[in-house]
C-alpha cells in the first residue's frame, strides 16, 4: 500500500456536523449561502448534518439543487418502538437523509453509547438506505499513555463488528481525536495520517481487500488554515467538519481544500 499517493479511487468526502447550533429558520439562509459556494464542485461527496429539528427545511432547502447531501447527526437501530427521544432510520429516509454519524465521540462520552451499540445502529443503518459514518478516537490521557493503537483498534474492530460485506461501499470511518474535538488542538497531519494508515490496514484485515476502498476522514478542529495540510495526506479521505461547517465561507475553504488535494494528485 502505497504511503505516497492518494488512492483515487477513493471519492473525497466532506461532512459538516452542526452538533446542536442552527434553528430551522437559520437552516435555509446558511444552507443557500453553502450552495452558492460549492455549486460548481461536482468531484466529491458533500454532507451537512444539521439538528432533527431542522431536517425538514434542510430538505426542502437541498431538493432544489442536489448539490449537498443530507445527514442526521445520529439514529437508534431499532424500526419503532417505545424509545422516548429517539429517532429511527425509517424517519430519517422519510426526509431525504443519505447519511447518518454514529458513535461521535460527544455521544460516546455524554450518553455512554458503547461500541456495541455503534455496530447495531450501523447494520441498522445500511439495512435502511443510510450510509454510516462511523466515529473512532482516543482521549488525551490515552495518546499520552501511548494508547492510541491499542484504543483506535478496539474501537474499529467492536464498532464495526458484524457489518455486512456486501454492503462496505456504503461506509465511511471519521478518525477525530477527542482531545482535538473543539478544543482548538488538532493532530498534526503525520499523526493524523499514521492512524488513519493503521485504520486502513485494521480494515482490510477484517474485511479483506474491499477494507482498502472504505474512505477515512479525519475530524477534530479541522478549520480553514489547517485543512489544506490535513487533506493533502495520502490516507485522509476527506474531514468531518465541526464549527467551522457552521460558517458558509470557512466551510467551502475546506472543501476546496480537499478538492485541491485530490486534483495535485491527477496531475
Known sequence: ??????????????AGNWKMYR??????????????LVSKIATMDLVVCPPFTSL??????????GIL????????QNKEGAFTGEISGPMLREFGVRYVILGHSERRQYFNETDAQVAAKAQAA????????????????????????AVVTSQVRASLSGFPVDQLEELVLAYEPIWAIGTGK???????????LN??????????????????????????????ELMAQPEIDGALVGGASLDAKGFFDIIESARSARASEND
Do not use: W
Not at 56 to 65: D, F, K, N
Not at 186 to 196: F, I, S
Open 1 to 14: 500500500m502505497s504511503q505516497t499517493h492518494k488512492n483515487v479511487t477513493r471519492r473525497p468526502l466532506v
Open 56 to 65: 425538514s427545511v434542510a430538505a426542502e432547502t437541498l431538493g432544489r439543487h
Open 199 to 228: 485504520i486502513r490496514k485494521l480494515l482490510v484485515k477484517q474485511f479483506g481487500s474491499k477494507g482498502s476502498d472504505i474512505r477515512v476522514i479525519y475530524g477534530g478542529s479541522v478549520k480553514p488554515d489547517n485543512a489544506a
Open 23 to 36: 434553528t430551522a429558520s437559520d437552516t435555509r439562509s446558511l444552507l443557500e449561502d453553502i450552495v452558492k
Open 69 to 76: 447531501a443530507l445527514g442526521a447527526q445520529n439514529m437508534h
Open 186 to 196: 488538532v493532530a498534526t497531519p503525520q499523526q493524523a495520517n499514521e492512524v488513519h
Open 126 to 149: 445500511v439495512g435502511y438506505h443510510l450510509r454510516p459514518i462511523v466515529c473512532v478516537g482516543e482521549t488525551l490521557a490515552q495518546r499520552d499513555a501511548g494508547e492510541t493503537t
